[in-house]
């Protein structure tokens, strides 16, 4: 096994070579068992089928959305209560970003949120479902409990399967069980792919949109879970590392909250625009700021699927090119890539956005991939961290 964390072979693996590599055993069988054989975790001519199924979920017009993002942000604030004097009491926002970040990945993938911070505001099941809403508590908590399991098979390599839990099994199942919801709803609704939003717009629904080329409940529920449980973690874990910095750095919190009061304004009522969140060029600093230290993906692998070359790592200074064997497994330690002081300078380790004011985004910021497989809900993910952390 190869490790590295150069970003001229970070550029090599996953963009200017990507077919001479594929995921390789490990996101490939061991992460399959629980987010199923889906986008994240196909290989060839299997992961260009699921990549064109999904990818209209991700046009722009489909995460330009603001009223989406917008209330369930609303509601993830009723839960913080303020006092007097305009403040928050002390609060754990971990566990809250777990709550908006499912119920917005639930209704812009599926046309229907969960509400897990609200359960009164869940519409009516349509007649003819034939599964039930899970225990949401229950799928939460088997999913980080089977995450964290296959977290600690992963070092394991292929020998994963000889460390297998009954319990794993078991979590597995009841995070089956939300999938399986979500396609029974889509196969129960009136076929359509578009719908509209109380303002008008048309929004394309993952699910039905799939019905339309394939029926198979299995197809569905893994692409489902996968995008579902994928959206909500990541999401939740970049908004926590955020407000974990800024909570910790009071002026750059005044330098934000400034530089969004002159963007967005101070009435709080008024809908919010996505372009005009966007223009805010400190918050989309303060993002890129939370992504490099934070790194939600801090690993990734490829095995080599032929013989082949990486530009460094090879000579006695590393920076020669180096021979990569058909079968090596090499791993792209995007954590270490982003905490590299001979990148980032002496105070690598500090959180600075105005680092990124005049610094170019290339491979040194891998967070998430690139080339054909670059995180395809990049810009979905970006936006709801923007909502919620204004």
């Not at 490990?26 to 196909?42: A, C, E, I």
């Not at 995008?227 to 009071?250: D, E, K």
């Not at 982003?338 to 491979?363: A, I, N, S, T």
Request: proline letters at 5%; glycine letters at 8%.
């Amino acid at each position: 096994m190869i490790t590295t964390r150069d970003p001229e072979n970070m550029k090599t693996i996953l963009s200017t070579k990507w077919g001479h590599y594929r995921l390789g055993p490990v996101r490939g069988d061991l992460v399959s068992t629980l987010f199923g054989k889906n986008l994240f975790t196909h290989d060839g001519r299997a992961w260009k089928n699921s990549r064109s199924l999904t990818r209209p979920q991700f046009y722009r017009s489909q995460i330009t959305d603001a009223d989406l993002f917008e209330k369930h942000t609303r509601e993830l604030c009723l839960k913080i209560y303020i006092g007097g004097d305009g403040w928050s009491s002390n609060v754990t926002l971990s566990p809250l970003f777990h709550n908006p970040t499912l119920d917005v990945a639930s209704e812009f993938l599926f046309g229907y949120s969960v509400h897990t911070q609200n359960p009164a505001n869940r519409s009516q099941i349509p007649k003819g479902q034939k599964v039930a809403l899970p225990d949401l508590d229950v799928v939460r908590k088997s999913f980080d409990d089977a995450s964290e399991f296959i977290a600690q098979l992963t070092p394991f390599g292929k020998w994963h399967r000889l460390m297998w839990s009954p319990r794993y099994n078991w979590n597995v199942k009841r995070v089956r069980e939300l999938g399986d919801f979500f396609v029974d709803l889509a196969l129960s609704r009136k076929p359509h792919v578009a719908d509209s939003n109380e303002n008008g717009k048309q929004h394309y629904y993952l699910l039905e949109g799939m019905s339309k080329i394939t029926q198979d409940p299995l197809v569905l529920n893994q692409e489902a879970r996968g995008l579902l449980f994928a959206a909500r973690s990541t999401t939740a874990t970049l908004m926590t590392w955020v407000s974990y910095y800024l909570s910790r750095q009071p002026e750059t919190y005044a330098k934000l909250r400034a530089a969004l009061q002159k963007s967005v304004g101070l009435d709080h009522t008024a809908p919010l625009d996505v372009l005009i969140l966007r223009s805010c060029n400190y918050l989309q600093n303060c993002l890129l700021e939370g992504v490099r230290l934070g790194t939600p993906t801090p690993v990734i692998a490829r095995e080599a699927v032929q013989d082949t070359m990486l530009p460094r790592g090879g000579g006695e200074d590393g920076n020669a090119a180096t021979f990569i064997a058909k079968g090596t497994l090499v791993t792209l330690n995007l954590f270490a890539l982003h905490h590299r002081v001979d990148l980032y300078g002496d105070d690598v380790e500090e959180f600075k956005p105005e680092r990124w004011e005049k610094r170019e985004r290339d491979w040194e910021m891998s967070a998430f991939g690139g080339g054909p497989r670059a995180c395809i809900g990049r810009k979905y993910l970006r936006l709801d961290i923007e909502f919620n952390d204004r």
